[in-house]
């Protein structure tokens, strides 16, 4: 089994993807060739956000943000510790300092109530992460960081096509920064990432960011870097794009399985009345993790662990001086999660399989 079957959604799409990536072949414009120009529209046309500027990865749509944002050293930017570790990683990147606020028990996404009173004359940023797939309090965050004109940066790297009250994420900010990486909801075929903005000016830089800072060929007015997507990346997304919704309602419908299977075991996902999830993970929370996953891993299932080590415990960021204990709900999900397989592909037999074998590693005195 695998944790995620891209391999079987090629086969499915493999005359889509096929025919898209021959067309950039015959055209041979790899560096912004005509499909980044029509994903650009596509994905702008989906969240309803004025622009979309397609790049090489979610962390280079995160640097970029933040660039635009005029973000520097000494800056201090609000974020979540319990995320991947790009999204702190290109805050201090940038020599700003990550603030980190706890996050809640049930979404995993940052406590919007503890937002405010981490907010200093220094804040720059408030950056929320839509952690699995789904949006934290995006209002709320919005309607704070506006009484203190703060912009909001949504690092939707997992959550492209989710709805936070029937609005997209990725248009829910000032800007709004995704990942195509090959695993996620929507996935390329290498690195690729995403800003969506309303704001005219804000694109514009954006676009400037990611092609060296150029405003035309060879005429440089700021620092940016090679940001830029692949034309091959656009092609393989524009054919995925397709399929996307139904896919989403694939994922969906499986979430609902897996809750079926395992609500009366463990703690499944909750999410929000006001949401939608896309699923980029469905996981769940054991007591003795590790030893689960070695059970689990023994019956031929793979899982993962998203994420282990909260960020203020990380070795790079021990300067900060935020012993274990700073962010009690971060710590404890690290300690607890664990995600299961779960991709539009999955067969009920195999969710099946997935289940029983969370409950025999349960079952496992090693595990209780
Ligand atoms: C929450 C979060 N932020 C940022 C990133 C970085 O995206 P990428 O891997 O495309 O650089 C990821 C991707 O793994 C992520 O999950």
């Excluded at 067309?23 to 499909?35: F, R, T």
């Excluded at 979540?80 to 940038?94: H, R």
């Excluded at 703060?150 to 900010?173: H, M, T, W």
């Excluded at 405003?215 to 393989?236: E, F, K, P, S, W």
Aim: proline share 7%; net charge negative; aromatic share 6%.
């Amino acid at each position: 089994m695998d944790f995620i079957d891209l391999k079987t959604q090629y086969r499915k799409l493999k005359p889509s993807v096929d025919a898209r990536m021959h067309a950039v072949l015959d055209h041979g414009q790899y560096i912004l060739g005509p499909e980044v120009t029509e994903l650009e529209q596509r994905l702008a046309a989906r969240t309803g956000a004025k622009h979309c500027i397609t790049c090489a990865s979610g962390t280079d749509a995160l640097l970029m943000a933040m660039m635009a944002l005029g973000i520097g050293p000494g800056d201090e930017v609000i974020t979540a510790p319990f995320t991947f570790f790009a999204t702190g990683e290109m805050i201090a990147l940038l020599g700003a300092h990550p603030v980190f606020v706890d996050i809640e028990p049930d979404t995993y996404n940052i406590d919007a109530t503890q937002i405010e009173a981490a907010i200093t004359p220094r804040t720059r940023a408030i950056m929320p992460v839509s952690l699995y797939g789904q949006c934290a309090d995006m209002d709320a965050i919005q309607a704070m960081a506006d009484r203190h004109g703060i912009p909001v940066i949504e690092d939707a790297a997992q959550s492209f096509g989710a709805l936070y009250k029937g609005r997209a994420s990725c248009n829910l900010s000032t800007i709004g920064c995704t990942s195509f990486f090959p695993s996620k909801p929507l996935g390329c075929y290498g690195d690729g990432g995403a800003c969506f903005t309303n704001d005219d000016q804000i694109a514009r830089v954006l676009l400037e960011l990611r092609n060296h800072g150029q405003d035309r060929r060879y005429h440089h007015i700021r620092l940016g870097l090679n940001g830029r997507m692949d034309t091959l990346q656009a092609a393989v997304l524009l054919a995925k794009l397709e399929v996307f919704d139904t896919e989403l309602v694939a994922r969906s419908e499986a979430a609902t399985r897996y809750a079926a299977l395992l609500r009366d075991v463990v703690p499944t996902p909750q999410v929000k009345d006001d949401r939608t999830c896309v699923w980029a993970q469905y996981t769940i929370e054991v007591e003795d993790r590790d030893a689960v996953q070695q059970a689990m891993a023994e019956q031929g299932i793979p899982t993962a662990v998203h994420y282990p080590v909260p960020l203020h415990l990380q070795p790079v960021f021990a300067s900060m001086h935020l012993p274990e204990g700073s962010f009690p709900v971060s710590e404890r999900a690290g300690k607890r999660v664990l995600s299961l397989p779960m991709h539009p592909y999955l067969t009920p037999p195999a969710m099946q399989s997935v289940a029983s074998a969370v409950k025999a590693a349960l079952a496992q005195p090693a595990a209780r």
